[in-house]
């Protein structure tokens, strides 16, 4: 019991800590002159601070995470999810995120330090995410080849998974710059995205032309 109870004593410190910043950032449009005057304003010691973050960067990176993670885990509550093709459950993972972030849409257009559709160089901010986001697809990309669904096409199939990591930096990009109604166009770009990169990686008429000239000439 008291170990539940210290757990969930040290939950509610980091939600406030997130919380805490967030708002501090919405109302400044900068972050904390330093740890000790956030932890002075917010009532906690820095060690409290320390035990969860090792610096306000981190937070960030935990707030991209956490709108995947929970994003995700409503989408398996669903029965039906399941049972989606590889191609709709992709759609339904970005339709479903934006919708999540949406809420918090001020803070995560203020996180963004420099071009999130920079290919250069990675942004701190998602590193996290990238990692759980990237995990997802290839058990996403592995279940598609399984069934059929995805084309297995050599070396490039290796590389799918950074495809698609590339393929959400554009629709977060753009989705930022969005300024239509609810965000329609967003709506818009997630079906053209996923459907286009679909039609590319699903078997088509060309694996169909290769396939029989190989079936043709093993038969000769």
């Known amino acids: 019991m008291e170990t539940i109870d210290t757990e969930t004593r040290e939950n509610d410190v980091q939600e406030r800590i997130i919380k805490a910043y967030i708002d501090y950032v919405l ?16 009532d906690i010691s820095e060690s409290a601070f320390y035990a969860h973050f ?13 709108q995947f993670t929970d994003t995700l885990d409503a989408l398996r509550k ?26 918090h849409r001020s803070f995560a257009v203020m996180s963004f330090k420099e071009s999130i559709a920079s290919l250069k160089r990675e942004n701190r901010n ?9 995990f997802w697809v290839k058990h996403l990309i592995s279940e ?22 590339i ?17 329609e166009r967003t709506d818009a770009a997630i079906e ?10 699903e078997k088509n008429a ?7 000239g190989k079936f043709i000439f093993q038969n000769r």
């Open 144 to 165: 598609g080849l399984n069934e059929g669904e995805i084309a297995g096409r050599s070396r490039l199939t290796d590389t799918y998974d950074e495809l698609f990591w």
């Open 167 to 183: 393929q959400f930096l554009f629709l977060l990009n753009f989705w930022k710059n969005d300024r239509s109604k609810n965000f």
């Open 27 to 42: 109302m400044h449009g900068e972050e904390p002159a330093s740890v000790y005057a956030f932890c002075k304003e917010l």
């Open 78 to 103: 669903d029965a039906e999810f399941e049972a989606f093709t590889v191609r709709e459950k992709l759609l339904s993972l970005y339709y479903a995120f934006f919708e999540q972030v949406k809420v």
């Open 206 to 212: 060309l694996d169909s032309a290769v396939d029989f």
């Open 192 to 201: 053209k995205t996923v459907n286009l990169s679909f039609d590319l990686i």
């Open 126 to 134: 998602l590193s996290k995410m990238k990692k759980e986001y990237k």
């Open 54 to 66: 090792n610096d306000f960067g981190q937070i960030a990176e935990d707030f991209w995470v956490k």
